[in-house]
């Protein structure tokens, strides 16, 4: 079955540590995003990308990084430098050009810092 | 003025009756609409498009689009406690240019069926 695989579905990260995101889509998606939800509110975007080695920042992206070297994976990097990094992180997929089309969305991943 | 906006709720309807949301947008140019079901602790699962001005039904559920007043609703008819969930507006705006895709989400209506 298509759809959209994150990894791993829980996290916890010490303090001053790295940690990385995994999203993988089986789709044949041309667009990849990433999402941040805390609790009770609603999505603030991370980064996106429309195309392979090409990505654009959202509207939350300081403390992010991200890579697209293949059409089907979009990791998402927390780095030290965000501050206050536990939240509920999706990522999501669509087609491109066109009529748009809604997103769908991999099942997340829970981020804590211990 | 937030770009999407919708009620936060909780919005509670007794079993069987019509439940109604709601959703304004900012942006004039918007072209396409979409509402998203998301369960507590899930993520959210999209459950309606809609793109011209007037009704679209898909089973239960209907979505209503008035491009004039900006403004979009969803309809759910004979509501059940399994559509207990909170439900997000999605648009994309026309600044965002053709070829891409980007939604701007509001931040969700709570609904909550009563059995």
């Known amino acids: 079955d298509g759809g959209i695989t994150q990894s791993p579905k829980y996290l916890f990260r010490k303090e001053g540590q790295n940690v990385t995101l995994s999203c993988e889509q089986n789709?044949?998606?041309?667009?990849m995003y990433w999402y941040r939800q805390d609790p009770g509110q609603g999505l603030r975007l991370i980064y996106y990308?429309?195309?392979?080695?090409?990505?654009q920042k959202g509207d939350i992206a300081e403390g992010y990084s991200v890579s697209r070297e293949k059409k089907e994976s979009f990791p998402l990097t927390v780095t030290s430098a965000q501050k206050n990094p536990t939240a509920f992180y999706l990522c999501?997929?669509?087609?491109?050009?066109?009529?748009?089309?809604?997103?769908?969305f991999g099942s997340g991943t829970r981020l804590t810092v211990v | 003025q937030k770009e999407v906006e919708q009620n936060s709720g909780p919005l509670s309807v007794p079993e069987g009756a019509i439940a109604s949301l709601n959703c304004t947008y900012s942006d004039r140019g918007s072209q396409s609409f979409f509402w998203y079901r998301q369960y507590s602790g899930k993520s959210p699962e999209l459950i309606m498009s809609i793109y011209s001005n007037g009704d679209k039904e898909d089973g239960r559920f209907t979505a209503q689009l008035n491009k004039a007043s900006q403004y979009v609703s969803l309809l759910i008819r004979d509501s059940q406690p399994s559509d207990s969930a909170t439900y997000l507006c999605a648009v994309k705006g026309s600044s965002y240019g053709g070829a891409t895709n980007k939604l701007i989400f509001g931040t969700g209506t709570l609904l909550a069926v009563q059995p």
């Open positions: 999501a997929s669509s087609w491109t050009g066109g009529q748009p089309y809604g997103y769908t």
């Open positions: 990308s429309q195309i392979v080695n090409d990505f």
């Open positions: 789709l044949n998606h041309d667009a």
